[in-house]
């Protein structure tokens, strides 16, 4: 059964996972995986959260579930960006 404490554990490995990135990239992929990946009550989870304990989120898993679950949230486009760095082609003889 998934709680609101799974949630928070989840957002915040999820944040956490994405540390490497910045932390603004950090933000912008864990509200993208929010969006495109957890269910309508998992969100609202999170909006209990950010309502009544937001101190339990890390910064980043903050300010992501702040935009994933914004009004203005259901209305983007979700874009998955390419964060791995590019391959290089070996060079030619």
């Not at 490497?20 to 209990?48: I, K, N, Q």
């Not at 898993?61 to 998955?80: I, M």
């Amino acid at each position: 059964m998934f709680t609101t404490e799974h949630a928070i554990a989840n957002i915040n490995q999820i944040a956490r996972n994405f540390d490497v990135l910045g932390t603004d990239d950090a933000v912008r992929a864990t509200a993208d995986h929010v969006r495109l990946f957890w269910a309508p009550l998992r969100r609202d989870a999170l909006v209990e959260v950010l309502h009544q304990d937001p101190d339990r989120l890390s910064p980043v898993a903050r300010k992501a579930a702040a935009l994933a679950t914004s009004p203005a949230a259901s209305k983007q486009t979700v874009q998955l960006r390419n964060l791995a760095p590019a391959a290089t082609s070996p060079a030619a003889p």
